[in-house]
């Protein structure tokens, strides 16, 4: 640009003067630099500066964008809102990979009495108590322990707060001895005394 406008100056009756002209606008109006976005993971929508501007685009894409500091803001379901400044430089390509963040909640799960375990969301069990992550939903926990009844629970996470649960398991009631259970076992006793 500065070379063809030094062209008009050195001779402002060239008769190319008006093509000069065309391409010195030209490039006056792509006065951008370009940035290189991705996301891990990738998918995330990106906006310039705020969310009312519209999305410019899913990661990974390029986006040009003119001279200065922009607000880049990345978004996807699941993860947690994420954001950075990049600058850009006329005529340059700047890269800018932005992680997110997964969102989780903190799920504390306990029994009482202490020897439980529970499932979740019918995985493998796991002895209680104890602290894990969960993703955002809903989750169906089932806590038992030997001679106690079942209890089913379902919490929903939300991504941002911790959640608990602690179950006072049932003790199961006693099973009664069959009557001819008993006589045999004193049959037997009997027999060996």
């Known amino acids: 640009?500065?070379?063809?406008?030094?062209?008009?100056?050195?001779?402002?009756?060239?008769?190319?003067?008006?093509?000069?002209?065309?391409?010195?606008?030209?490039?006056?109006?792509?006065?951008?630099?370009v940035v290189q976005l991705t996301s891990t993971p990738a998918g995330a929508t990106v906006y310039v500066n705020n969310k009312s501007e519209g999305a410019r685009g899913k990661t990974p894409f390029e986006l040009s964008l003119p001279p200065g500091t922009h607000r880049l803001v990345f978004e996807l379901d699941g993860y947690a809102m994420g954001s950075a400044d990049v600058t850009i430089k006329f005529g340059e390509t700047t890269e800018l990979d932005l992680p997110l963040?997964?969102?989780?909640?903190?799920?504390?799960?306990?029994?009482?009495?202490v020897?439980?375990?529970a499932t979740i969301n019918v995985a493998n069990?796991?002895?209680?108590p104890v602290k894990i992550r969960v993703a955002p939903g809903d989750h169906r926990i089932i806590v038992s322990g030997q001679g106690y009844r079942v209890q089913k629970h379902t919490v929903h996470c939300d991504g941002a707060k911790p959640l608990a649960v602690e179950a006072a398991l049932v003790a199961l009631p006693a099973q009664p001895t069959p009557v001819g259970a008993q006589g045999s076992a004193s049959t037997s006793d009997d027999k060996q005394a």
Not at 11 to 33: F, H, W, Y
Not at 101 to 113: R, V
């Open 125 to 128: 069990p796991i002895a209680l």
């Open 101 to 113: 963040q997964a969102l989780s909640c903190e799920l504390s799960l306990s029994s009482i009495p």
């Open 1 to 33: 640009k500065t070379a063809l406008e030094r062209v008009l100056l050195i001779d402002p009756t060239t008769p190319r003067k008006e093509t000069i002209i065309k391409l010195v606008n030209a490039i006056a109006s792509r006065n951008v630099g």
């Open 115 to 117: 020897n439980g375990s």
